[in-house]
């Protein structure tokens, strides 16, 4: 009896052991996890998101992109309709996928926060959401939506600070 219980006590330990390790795994273990530009990598949410500069992708379909190489001042459009043709590009190192950027940062400042004390604020323009201390910015190069990200993500004074990605796949 005393050996069914070790036997029965040493398998769920295991068992607990494994679940750890495996949790531990990145989430696609054969990906390369290495951020080519530091000066173009964000930490959103706890993701590593490295924004390329030469890089922009027209959307084909709802879920599918077409990337080309283009100049680091190419700014981020979209026609009247809303499709999007000229997106920026990332890869988000932490789950190993490509992101589709407008430009668009949302974040929110305390009450009665005036956004004029901001000593930052790109050249696109700010808008406030609503009645609310939530503002979405609108980058207009990767350079530019890095700077400001880091800026507010590092500014005391902002409760929290989101980049606006599609995600898709490259076609």
């Not at 068992?15 to 531990?24: A, D, L, T």
């Not at 924004?51 to 680091?72: C, D, H, M, W, Y």
């Not at 939530?134 to 800026?151: D, H, L, M, Q, W």
Request: hydrophobic fraction near 45%; include cysteine; proline fraction near 5%.
């Amino acid at each position: 009896m005393k050996k069914f219980i070790f036997f029965i006590l040493s398998c769920i330990a295991t068992q607990g052991i494994c679940q750890i390790v495996i949790s531990e795994l990145p989430v696609r273990p054969n990906q390369i996890n290495i951020v080519v530009s530091n000066d173009m990598a964000i930490i959103d949410r706890g993701l590593t998101i490295e924004i390329f500069s030469l890089v922009r992708a027209t959307q084909e379909s709802p879920n599918q992109f077409k990337v080309r190489i283009t100049g680091a001042s190419s700014v981020f459009s979209s026609d009247s309709l809303g499709v999007a043709f000229n997106l920026g590009v990332a890869f988000n190192h932490t789950l190993g996928t490509h992101l589709f950027l407008t430009g668009e940062i949302s974040f929110k400042l305390p009450k009665g926060y005036p956004i004029s004390l901001l000593s930052y604020i790109p050249t696109s323009k700010i808008s406030a959401f609503g009645n609310s201390s939530v503002y979405i910015c609108k980058g207009s190069t990767p350079e530019e939506v890095v700077r400001f990200f880091n800026y507010l993500q590092f500014n005391p004074a902002v409760e929290w600070v989101e980049l606006f990605a599609l995600n898709g796949l490259l076609n």
